[in-house]
């Protein structure tokens, strides 16, 4: 059965903040790739008992999946940045608003997510390709 090599991130040293939310997508990644593959099994079979003991542990996978993005949320400034301002984007796209409408939710202040990381202000773009 292939498994993720639990070392193929390891450092000789505590991980940063940083590192360790890189670390905690790949677990999150895994925690959703359970759901899939617990709910394909769900669709191939009739067995009741299977049926209700694939559903049990895949709503366990669900609320891992969960706990981790509450988690890489506190790791990760950028990325709580864009959890605040998610659900208003989300409002905005569902009711059908304008592009810029969308992209507009969350600006005016705080310096954008791109500064919550630190180092990330002085990341290349291809913008900074074309100078
Ligand atoms: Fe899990």
Redesign the pocket.
């Known amino acids: 059965m292939p498994q993720t090599n639990p070392f193929h991130s390891m450092v000789p040293r505590k991980l940063t903040d940083s590192e360790l939310a890189r670390a905690i997508r790949l677990d999150m990644e895994?925690?959703l790739d359970?759901i899939n593959l617990y709910a394909a099994h769900i669709d191939a079979t009739d067995n009741e008992d299977a049926k209700a003991i694939l559903r049990h542990v895949m709503d366990?996978?669900r609320?891992?999946?969960a706990l981790f993005w509450e988690l890489i949320a506190r790791l990760d400034p950028a990325q709580a940045e864009h959890i605040k301002v998610m659900s208003e984007k989300f409002r905005l796209i569902v009711s059908g608003a304008s592009h810029e409408a969308v992209e507009a939710a969350g600006e005016g202040g705080g310096g954008g997510s791109a500064a919550a990381e630190p180092g990330m202000d002085k990341r290349l773009t291809v913008g900074s390709l074309r100078r």
């Open positions: 895994a925690e359970a366990e996978e609320e891992h999946a």
